[in-house]
């Protein structure tokens, strides 16, 4: 099998983009800002790829 890494290094910097935005946003965050707490987002962040950085900025954050 052939891996198309044209496809597959978008998506890795996609990844890595996302989720350093998520962390940068949520360490700027209060902790009144966003729903549950900062580790555990932590481990969202990192540990789901790109749906745990989507899923803070949907459902993390509280809208002020």
């Not at 946003?25 to 209060?30: C, G, M, R, V």
């Amino acid at each position: 099998m052939d891996i198309n890494w044209g496809l597959i290094w978008p998506l890795i910097g996609l990844q890595i983009i996302l989720a350093v935005t998520a962390l940068i946003s949520l360490y700027k965050a209060e902790p009144e800002d966003i729903r549950g707490s900062k580790l555990m987002w932590v481990f969202i962040i990192l540990l789901i790829s790109i749906f745990g950085s989507v899923a803070y900025f949907v459902a993390g954050r509280k809208n002020t």
